[in-house]
């Protein structure tokens, strides 16, 4: 798991009990911080160079200079909805008085990846069983009219203060589904500074542009000068992935510079279907092999 994402999502388990008591997320992020860094047989940390990290293949939604934004589940670039991807998934509420056939399921696309096991409880109301599917729009209109499926809803993440696993992690409200507008940083770009757009940007300008950034009575200081503004020296990019609840993307690390850009995805050489009964051979998916992207 990432380091950060594992800070953060105990950070906020613990803040959901305890914020009564008074106690700030940033107290208990720093506590959490310290058990782990004090305790590394529990928990080691492994760090490598930028050129040995894992790859990860996502869509490139946003380039340098955009303003990305996410309306209930919906991106818009520059003020543009993105165009339509059949390919697109997102999670879906499956209210059923019987279980659907497996064979039409598997049929469909959807297997028991797609189901998301955690959530398998009764609908209290209902009492009726309730399942979570990752499902493409197409899939869940073709699910609506399988026997037993009662209802298919999908699942849109609200704002929520008390959540800090999205970025920019600083419990301004942002979800999966709603969060922005965001301007992606370009090379050369000059930005005012501010406490509210600060720490979108703060990881960007200490980190990957190599700065000393303190905040101090309320004002902003780069390697020491005081300033209300910087000039990125760097261009970024906003990345998604088509399974977009289930996927680790720019929403949870923010911008990816270009120096960690690897290189552009162009063909499936290989693909295997883990849930298809039978031996190696049957399970390879040939209408996949060396397909272009």
């Known amino acids: 798991m990432s380091y950060y994402n594992f800070i953060r999502g105990e950070a906020d388990r613990r803040y959901h009990t305890l914020k009564s008591s008074g106690v700030t997320y940033k107290e208990i992020e720093n506590h959490v911080r310290k058990e782990i860094l004090s305790n590394p047989g529990a928990y080691p940390i492994v760090t490598r160079p930028v050129d040995k990290r894992e790859n990860f293949v996502k869509r490139c939604v946003g380039i340098p200079g955009d ?3 996410i309306k209930d589940g919906v991106l818009f670039v520059n003020g543009v909805e993105e165009a339509e991807n059949e390919n697109r998934q997102f999670h879906y509420e ?10 039409a399921m598997f049929k469909l696309g959807i ?8 959530y398998n409880y009764n609908y ?4 009726l069983p309730q399942r979570r599917y990752t499902l493409t729009p197409n899939q869940a209109e073709k699910l609506k009219t399988f026997n037993g499926v009662l209802s298919v809803n999908r699942i849109i993440n609200d704002i929520d203060s008390s ?3 999205v ?3 600083d419990g301004r409200g942002w979800s999966i589904d709603n969060m922005g507008p965001i301007l992606i940083p370009k090379k050369g770009l000059k930005l005012d500074l501010n406490a509210n757009n600060l720490p979108i940007y703060r990881r960007v300008i200490s980190i990957y542009e190599g700065n000393e950034l303190k905040e101090e009575n309320g004002k902003i200081y780069i390697n020491g000068v005081e300033t209300t503004s910087y000039t990125f020296k760097m261009d970024y990019y906003w990345l998604m992935g088509d399974n977009r609840h289930n996927s680790l993307d720019s929403r949870y690390w923010g911008f990816v510079p270009e120096d960690h850009v690897v290189g552009k995805v162009s063909m499936i050489w290989f693909s295997i279907d883990a849930n298809k009964k039978g031996n190696f051979f049957q399970k390879i998916r040939k209408d996949r092999l060396f397909s272009f992207i």
Request: glycine share 4%; charged share 25%.
């Open 94 to 103: 499956v209210i059923i008085s019987q279980e659907p056939n497996r064979e």
């Open 163 to 165: 959540s800090h696993v």
């Open 167 to 169: 970025f920019p992690h």
């Open 67 to 69: 303003v990305i934004e």
């Open 124 to 127: 209290r109301n209902l009492n």
């Open 111 to 118: 297997t028991p990846e797609d189901l998301l096991e955690g």
